[in-house]
């Protein structure tokens, strides 16, 4: 199951960047996950809880943001949405020289900081 290392991988990151930024904790970490990458997000979801244990991201909430895989056709510039399975003939000339533009995407977009004590609570976006 892959998802656990993508989990441990984000949550390691994640947790070294808090510690960088002085944060007590983490309350949400914002990933974007690309139709294409091969994640099952309920197992992301249960991996993603496991990892964070024992560190500053235990307890956050993660939420993932699904982006549709799209090609495009090289030689006559159709854009389509590729589906699930890939379907990466072009639909209009049934040419193979495919460029995919979205799909395989898998990046922390944003975490949020928790609260303070003081009330204050940083953002780190991007």
Same mark, same amino acid.
Do not use: N, Y
């Given at each position: 199951?892959?998802?656990?290392?993508?989990?441990?991988?984000?949550?390691?990151?994640?947790?070294?960047?808090?510690?960088?930024?002085?944060?007590? $904790?983490?309350?949400?970490?914002?990933?974007?996950?690309?139709?294409?990458? $091969?994640?099952?997000?309920?197992?992301?979801?249960?991996?993603?809880?496991?990892?964070?244990?024992?560190?500053?991201?235990?307890?956050?909430v993660l939420e993932t943001e699904a982006v549709p895989a799209r090609a495009k056709c090289s030689p006559c510039g159709?854009?389509?949405?590729? $589906?699930?399975?890939?379907?990466?003939?072009?639909?209009?000339?049934? $040419?193979?020289?495919?460029?995919?533009?979205?799909?395989?995407?898998?990046?922390?977009?944003?975490?949020?900081?928790?609260?303070?004590?003081?009330?204050?609570?940083?953002?780190?976006?991007?």
């Open positions: 199951m892959h998802e656990m290392s993508i989990a441990t991988a984000v949550v390691e990151q994640v947790d070294a960047a808090a510690r960088e930024h002085g944060a007590d $904790g983490v309350a949400k970490v914002r990933l974007q996950v690309g139709e294409l990458a $091969g994640v099952v997000p309920s197992a992301l979801d249960f991996c993603f809880e496991l990892a964070c244990a024992g560190t500053l991201v235990e307890g956050a159709v854009e389509w949405a590729v $589906g699930m399975p890939p379907d990466l003939g072009c639909p209009h000339c049934a $040419g193979g020289d495919v460029e995919l533009l979205a799909g395989r995407e898998l990046q922390i977009l944003g975490v949020e900081w928790a609260e303070d004590p003081t009330g204050v609570r940083a953002d780190r976006k991007g």
